[in-house]
């Protein structure tokens, strides 16, 4: 029995999608019958539809030579259920309403650009691609990987002079609304003329001093999906790469999309790892200076002397051997980003092996420094979000300075700071230390 599609379902259906921007509607006349077709602009070839559909419609002008004219092209059938309707158009058919029948045409369209493969945020396991430059590219992408009715997306243009083209995109039955009304108003309120990059967005959303990032950036649609399921807001940007993702809190910046690939056995021990990565980090250099300046009594003989005979030879503080250490590794770390990728590593590692010898052999740094060194380098580069990164790359410099005048006290007291400072951040309403968004609505 074939099922029967009346105005009011499709009133209803329509009414559900309103806020997708990308759902177009077209009302086709012939005699007293009207023929609605409907599809996903994102996720449709609109020149097929038109050379197809809309072209034999045109014609024939003929209703039943239109629809044996329809049944003769790839990808006809005849919708049964409203759920086989919904699912249809998600994967990028268009559907044809008749007075008693609706059929649906596939039409889905090719990529403009093709998606690129992950260069930042790698994983092990999982897909392997990231966003494309493309919006429309982008959209469909986060369509097929979410195929949901609920999936709603709204378009405008951010930059005065710019005017590029801004998606929102969410799960109307999941997202928050104080945090979309909140995000609504800040786009509004965004007055710049030109807006290029997702990371630009980002600042422009935040607070202009704010230290620790609270919108994520990523470059992975799984990450987008997964936080969009979580109730979450994205934002994709045309002609950039990347997502921005909101609210996000700390938790988010310290996970990697293999947490939920790998079993929990594998994946516990891994973020421990990360969280004593970025202590080690941050708090390395200036639990040196503090220990080794000011107490020494907090080492084992042995490791005491042993510390002073490798510091037997540097002729100055050790906070100037740790700040010279640090700015080489800071500088090699910028080198390496700036660099051609195929010469990047390589001048970067031959750079920090000649110059730690050199350094070490010529009396101004010791052996024990370059070990430090290395650790802080290589434990940065384990926090998986180069946002957070960044940011924790700067917080040791203040550790630093504090160790320098205080200690070991001082270094205590710059952590309780910081931890006051973390703890007082909010993301579009969001504490900033909550474990992690969404997990209201997995409980229930």
């Not at 516990?268 to 107490?295: C, D, E, H, K, W």
């Not at 090699?332 to 390589?346: D, M, N, Q, V």
């Not at 400072?421 to 229930?444: A, H, N, Q, V």
Request: glycine content about 4%; proline content about 4%.
């Amino acid at each position: 029995m074939m099922f029967l599609m009346h105005a009011f379902d499709l009133d209803t259906f329509i009414h559900r999608m309103v806020r997708a921007d990308d759902l177009e509607i077209r009302k086709l006349h012939v005699n007293d019958v009207t023929i609605q077709l409907v599809y996903l602009s994102t996720m449709c070839d609109k020149k097929y539809i038109h050379s197809s559909i809309i072209k034999a419609f045109l014609d024939i002008n003929n209703l039943s030579g239109f629809e044996q004219a329809l049944k003769m092209l790839t990808g006809f059938e005849i919708i049964q259920t409203e759920d086989q309707m919904k699912e249809k158009l998600i994967g990028g058919y268009s559907l044809l309403y008749f007075p008693q029948l609706t059929y649906a045409i596939e039409t889905k369209r090719d990529p403009t650009s093709k998606p690129q493969e992950t260069s930042i945020e790698n994983i092990l396991q999982g897909p392997q691609f990231a966003f494309s430059e493309d919006l429309a590219t982008n959209i469909q992408m986060l369509r097929t990987r979410y195929p949901s009715q609920d999936l709603h997306v709204e378009f405008m243009r951010v930059g005065t002079k710019s005017q590029t083209e801004l998606a929102i995109i969410y799960d109307k039955t999941r997202v928050d609304e104080d945090v979309l009304l909140q995000l609504e108003n800040k786009l509004m309120a965004i007055d710049v003329e030109v807006i290029q990059a997702a990371n630009q967005l980002q600042m422009l959303l935040t607070k202009r001093h704010q230290f620790l990032p609270t919108l994520m950036v990523t470059e992975r649609p799984d990450r987008t999906v997964l936080n969009i399921s979580q109730g979450k807001i994205s934002l994709l940007l045309n002609g950039t790469p990347f997502s921005v993702n909101l609210p996000a809190v700390f938790y988010d910046f310290m996970s990697s999309m293999d947490d939920v690939y790998e079993l929990p056995w594998i994946v516990r021990p891994l973020q421990s790892l990360r969280f004593i990565g970025m202590f080690i980090t941050t708090s390395l250099p200036a639990l040196y200076v503090a220990t080794v300046s000011y107490n020494p009594e907090f080492f084992r003989s042995q490791i005491a002397i042993e510390i002073a005979g490798s510091r037997s030879a540097v002729p100055y503080p050790s906070f100037y051997e740790v700040f010279l250490m640090l700015f080489l590794i800071e500088a090699l770390t910028e080198a390496s980003i700036r660099l051609p990728k195929f010469i990047g590593s390589t001048a970067t590692t031959v750079g920090g092996l000649i110059l730690g010898q050199a350094a070490q052999q010529a009396g101004l740094v010791s052996s024990i420094m370059i070990i430090i060194a290395s650790a802080v380098a290589i434990s940065n580069f384990v926090i998986p979000m180069n946002t957070l990164s960044f940011s924790m790359r700067v917080v040791k410099f203040p550790l630093v300075l504090l160790a320098i005048f205080f200690g070991l006290v001082g270094v205590l007291a710059g952590l309780f700071c910081f931890l006051i400072y973390t703890t007082s951040l909010r993301s579009f309403g969001k504490p900033y230390l909550k474990l992690f968004i969404g997990e209201d609505k997995k409980t229930r």
